[in-house]
């Protein structure tokens, strides 16, 4: 491709390759993935470190231009690319390898272990080279070691964009067309392509064309265009009629415009392009209408646009001026990307495949590729039993599938299952880790799934290694050893040249002598070496190269990025204790390299994956191996089944039959309640027609055609639904989609014949003479409705001609006296009085499907709902309320049903028989309105009802929140709530408390409140005093006479409640208590709990130190440390270590001329303070210390 008329130089290439690598390319075969690097920079946006897109001219990288067909031509025409890497300077070779750093994986020649990948066709079972994986961190100034070792890189993430959620993508622009039938021929539909602005070049990147569909209104199919090709991929127009059900104003139907590529083809193959879809204008000077879209197109969503492009009324308005002659002319400008998968195969090229980045998981995908490829592991992983896992929580079926996948898939693996599978949230997902770290928490997870199965033992017989650890006597016959397990070993690099003087030092020894010697019991302290020696080391060995280390003069951990070199065979045999049977000769088999610092950076793997053993073939086939595969396999086709239903969704209706059993038991208005109704669901072709329909029917049933009729569940004008007759006579030939209301779902209530009856059909129905009557029971003591069938009654029949028919149904004497009510819409329910009268003048406009309830006529006002009316009308004012405990983060709550009527005594006393517990316990709290957290308390007095606590979250979920008490609402409500720190004596923990003390109490108050609630020390003062805390520095509390109205307790202050020492009760004239706080180098950078200390005048200052060391309760070795100083005016004043220096009490007092402002009425001004200078040895926050949780596998 030529950009602006220049082609760019090859220097422009490896200069990419450069930022990408961190070292120029030496193989034709690494210009292949500079390629992907070129492609793959401009789409991803990983938080795994800083992103350098070579398309960005803002980048700090230089722009490479050069474009895919010339580099893929180039390699094709045998061409050289790579410049002499034996004219560059080793300067300039350190300078290429600055940015990276590499994972150390030595491999034990042994026949058994292996770890190279097996391709889709060998035999299963088939046992390769002996290879092992190390891990470390391992920053290498230049190439050497690399260019020795011949590791070939694996695309970990192979993909094109940050993928989030695996096998979809956002939707940038409208939803997912799946209609792809081609064009009806019925409807006479001409289409126009043309493309005016370019010439017909199949390999462009952008183009504009057009379809013009005439006869409009008689359209009712999926129509597309012919393709028009960019960049050598067909693309379509497709258009279509759509409808949706909206809520407001029912079905709305509009115009669904598409655009789809390579439609046709099932490879793995993606695509990112903008389009910009427009409806063009017939009126001349009118712009025309028009969406934008973005979207990856790849074979699973090759379609991309809007259901409802615009409403099929609009597009009908002549007015609107896009319609002539009942033809519309629709056009598309799309600019499209090359595309990746149709001209890289990494399968094809490589024989592997990569995994999708899925946020900040590199760590993650660079340990599966190395974990994939020790073939002893995977073999054992395929044989773990999962039949009777929850596919949603199995890490072992998980990691199956991904190993299955990057076996035989030839496309990128998604991990989205596997990190659903460790219960993971998509935060998780960003967070970064240490790569070691994962590698540990995962074969714990693996080891722990294979206790009790046939691969039980695999994970320590492959990774464990056991070493001694000893300490031996210089000048008696005493030793002392304990036997250690391992997974890793961590080497120091720091100063060190190569592997083996790393190891040197792992197992050099340690002098104690001196003050430091060596306790040997009955022997007494002696002289005594200290060190570790292997014992045995294991098949597969995993070495930590521990580049970040503490540096005590910055206090936090830095990276060493020093030379460091590692050998692609290693010989560690004279480590051992003893000799072993087998050498512990060890080949490299993957380097897992970190670019970045501690606080963040990027993983790729480089993997040897022949390795310098012989293959081994295994003459028996693994019965277990070949289950797994064919397991996964039936997912992938089950996959693809589900896929391509999807795609024909629009062919066919969801027809959901209600038996008369589905009635049963429903307490509410209408037959059924439609949310939670068990329908028998049928899918069915659109054009089936109703004959059919009834076959499939009779089929399913068993029961003959004869025994079965329809019912259309159909949504009258008042908003109840009631089945509808339908005549079967005239309309068998009809098709379903022209019977149902609804083009999309079909509700249909089927009536059988009764098991119990000997009629050989059902009786004959005239929807003019006759009428279809449901009846309902209601018992007025129990308060339910009791469903009793249905009948078909002569519109002229009399109502007292049912009696008989209800009594028997209900099981009543056949003289029962009975109250009929007619069930007309809910909350509406009205009685039938006059039973001489025939139905038709009885009941309100007499339909099929009207409901007729009844019950005992007599006294029943004995009954909290005497009569089915008041039940319903009860019914009408019932909710669903969610309770959530305010206490508890994200708790999920619990439902109750409750009348919006509801007093606030009557709710609370529902929850608290829920609960268990005394109503006035319990204090409820109102859901905000605009988010979901608990708002302000509501009162015990509140005199309203439930609905007025609720009625603003329609459309939401109704919900309340509540917290349990330890006292009465009605006692709390004339309380105030306070917070405040609790320290104990020894300095060295603190809480914080809740009391509540009287509204119209005072600080004395509070502190009596304390007592009750904090445990004192045996022997102390039994007095407390509050203090102020502002910025961990400490400041006298308000005096105990304060009003507590007049305490701030919001901002950054807090207030803190402890003991009066029994030495600080009384204060001589030459005594004073002085604030103490620590610090570290900046006054401002204080930390720990302050305190107040007792300083007298005149007081030697080692004297001081003393009382302090004793106060603190510190090692007195850690106290020399401890630098003091008196700060004032913001400025620190030390204080010479001497025994000449006496404490000066004027030195904490307030100058006159300083101005203090006074925190709060009662409270004393600030002061100087006494300041311990110290480092910080509580664990220090990041600032990004939020992504810096350990890591987990929850399930």
Request: negative net charge.
């Amino acid at each position: 491709r030529q950009e602006q008329g220049q082609r760019k130089s090859y220097e422009d290439i490896t200069q990419g390759w450069n930022i990408c690598c961190g070292r120029p390319p030496k193989k034709r075969g690494h210009l292949i993935v500079a390629e992907i690097g070129l492609i793959a920079s401009k789409y991803q946006s990983s938080s795994c470190g800083k992103t350098t897109s070579l398309s960005n001219r803002n980048s700090d990288a230089s722009p490479v231009t050069i474009g895919i067909e010339q580099l893929q031509q180039n390699l094709l025409e045998q061409k050289s690319f790579v410049p002499d890497e034996n004219n560059q300077s080793i300067e300039q070779q350190q300078s290429n390898f600055a940015r990276n750093s590499f994972v150390v994986t030595p491999v034990k020649l042994t026949s058994e272990i292996t770890s190279t990948a097996e391709a889709a066709s060998e035999v299963p079972g088939a046992i390769k080279t002996t290879i092992n994986i190390g891990i470390a961190m391992n920053h290498v100034n230049d190439q050497e070691n690399l260019k020795q070792l011949n590791l070939a890189p694996v695309q970990v993430n192979e993909v094109e964009e940050m993928d989030t959620q695996e096998g979809e993508t956002p939707n940038d622009g409208g939803g997912d067309g799946n209609d792809t039938s081609p064009m009806n021929g019925e409807s006479e539909l001409a289409c126009i392509v043309q493309d005016q602005e370019m010439e017909e070049d199949e390999a462009r990147s952008e183009a504009t064309f057009r379809y013009t569909v005439e006869n409009l209104s008689k359209m009712k199919e999926t129509q597309l265009s012919p393709a028009c090709y960019v960049r050598n991929l067909p693309w379509k127009i497709m258009v279509m009629p759509r409808t949706s059900q909206t809520q407001d104003r029912g079905p709305q139907k509009s115009l669904g415009f598409f655009l789809q590529c390579n439609g046709e083809s099932e490879s793995s193959w993606s695509c990112y392009a903008v389009a910009d879809l427009r409806l063009l204008s017939c009126k001349e000077g009118q712009d025309p209408f028009s969406r934008k879209i973005q979207h990856l197109f790849y074979s699973k969503e090759n379609d991309w646009g809007f259901s409802h492009f615009m409403t099929w009324l609009d597009v009908l308005d002549p007015d609107k001026g896009f319609i002539k002659d009942d033809s519309i002319t629709l056009e598309v400008h799309v600019m499209a990307d090359a595309p990746h998968g149709v001209s890289w195969d990494s399968k094809k090229h490589t024989g592997f495949v990569g995994l999708k980045n899925q946020g900040a998981t590199c760590y993650m995908n660079s340990l599966l590729q190395t974990l994939y490829f020790t073939n002893q592991l995977r073999k054992a992983v395929y044989k773990m039993p999962t039949e009777s896992d929850d596919s949603s929580k199995s890490v072992a079926l998980a990691l199956q599938r991904v190993f299955h996948e990057l076996q035989f898939s030839d496309k990128p693996v998604g991990t989205k299952k596997l990190t659903k599978s460790f219960g993971w949230e998509t935060l998780d997902s960003f967070m970064q880790h240490d790569v070691q770290e994962f590698l540990r928490v995962l074969l714990d997870k693996l080891e722990s799934k294979m206790k009790g199965t046939c691969v039980e033992g695999t994970v320590p017989k492959l990774f464990e290694g056991k070493m001694v650890s000893f300490i031996k006597c210089k000048n008696i016959d005493y030793k002392s050893t304990r036997v250690e397990t391992f997974y890793d070993i961590q080497l120091n690099i720091k100063g060190k040249k190569n592997i083996y003087e790393s190891f040197n030092d792992y197992v050099s020894t340690e002098s104690l002598d001196g003050d430091n010697k060596y306790d040997a019991g009955e022997n007494g302290l002696q002289e005594a070496e200290k060190g570790v020696i292997f014992s045995s080391f294991p098949p597969v060995l995993h070495l930590h190269l521990m580049r970040f280390q503490y540096d005590p003069v910055t206090d936090c951990s830095v990276k060493f990025n020093d030379r460091f070199e590692f050998y692609e065979k290693i010989s560690l045999g004279k480590y051992l204790q003893n000799k072993e049977a087998t050498s512990a000769d060890y080949t490299l088999h993957a380097v897992l390299v970190h670019s970045g610092d501690n606080h963040g950076g990027h993983y790729v793997v480089f993997i040897n994956p022949a390795g310098d053993g012989k293959a081994v073939i295994s003459p028996n086939v693994d019965i277990v191996y070949i289950v797994s595969i064919f397991r996964l396999q039936e997912e992938k086709r089950l996959e693809q089944i589900r896929r391509k239903e999807r795609t024909e969704a629009y062919l066919y209706i969801t027809v959901n039959v209600l038996l008369e059993d589905n009635f049963d038991g429903h307490q509410g208005n209408d037959l059924y309640d439609p949310e939670h109704a068990l329908y028998r669901v049928f899918r069915v072709r659109k054009q089936c027609t109703l004959h059919e329909f009834l076959e499939l029917l009779s089929d399913s049933l068993k029961y003959p055609i004869e025994q079965i009729r329809l019912w259309p569940l159909n949504v009258r004008s008042n908003q109840t639904c009631r089945p509808m007759p339908i005549e079967l006579e005239n309309d068998l030939q009809k098709s379903i989609y022209q019977c149902a209301e609804n083009p999309n779902v079909w509700n249909v209530f089927v009536e059988l014949v009764p098991p119990d009856s000997d009629l050989a059909a059902l009786p004959p129905f005239d929807k003019d003479t006759d009428v279809l009557l449901f009846f309902k029971l209601y018992d007025p003591k129990n308060k339910k409705i009791h469903y009793c069938g249905h009948h078909y009654m002569p519109v002229v029949a009399k109502v007292q001609e049912l009696i008989p028919i209800l009594n028997e149904r209900a099981g009543f004497p056949a003289d029962t006296e009975l109250a009929l009510y007619e069930e007309i819409k809910p909350n509406l329910v009205e009685k039938i009085d006059n039973l001489t009268e025939p139905l038709e003048k009885v009941l309100e406009e007499l339909m099929d499907g009207d409901i007729i309830v009844f019950q005992k006529e007599g006294d029943n006002q004995m009954y909290e709902l005497p009569t089915c009316r008041e039940y319903f009308k009860d019914l009408f004012y019932r909710v669903e309320v969610t309770f959530c405990d305010k206490t508890i983060p994200n708790d999920p709550g619990f439902t109750m049903e409750l009348s919006l009527r509801m007093t606030y005594d009557q709710m609370a006393r529902a929850v608290a028989q829920r609960l268990g517990t005394d109503p006035y316990l319990l204090q409820f709290f109102k859901c905000q309105t605009y988010k979901d957290s608990p708002g302000h308390p509501l009162k015990c007095t509140f005199e309203g009802s439930l609905k007025d606590l609720v009625s603003y979250c329609k459309p939401k979920a109704k919900k309340l929140y509540y917290q349990q008490l330890s006292i009465r609402v009605n006692e709390l409500e004339n309380k105030k709530q306070f917070k405040c720190i609790w320290v104990g004596p020894s300095l060295k923990e603190e809480k914080e408390i809740i009391l509540y003390p009287n509204k119209n109490g005072t600080v004395a108050t509070l502190l009596e409140e304390a007592k009750k609630q904090v445990e004192l020390s045996e022997n102390g003062s039994g007095k407390l005093r509050i203090l102020e805390i502002n910025s961990s520095k400490l400041s006298p509390g308000p005096r105990e006479d304060v009003p507590l109205d007049n305490l701030n307790t919001s901002g950054t202050k807090l207030y803190r409640i402890e003991e009066i020492p029994n030495d600080e009760l009384i204060l001589a004239e030459d005594e004073m208590l002085v604030p103490v706080a620590h610090f570290h180098k900046d006054i401002f950078s204080t930390f720990g709990i302050p305190f107040f200390f007792k300083i007298k005048h005149g007081e030697p200052f080692p004297k001081m130190k003393e009382r302090l060391l004793k106060k603190l309760g510190v090692q007195e070795k850690e106290f020399e440390k401890f630098k003091f100083a008196v700060v004032t005016m913001g400025k620190p004043h030390f204080i010479m270590d001497s025994p000449e220096y006496y404490m000066d009490l004027g030195d904490f007092r307030i100058h006159p001329n300083q101005i203090y402002p006074l925190l709060n009425a009662g409270t004393s001004p600030l002061r100087p303070w006494l300041g311990l200078e110290h480092v910080n040895k509580a664990p220090k926050r990041s600032r990004i210390n939020y992504l810096e949780k350990a890591i987990k596998i929850y399930n």
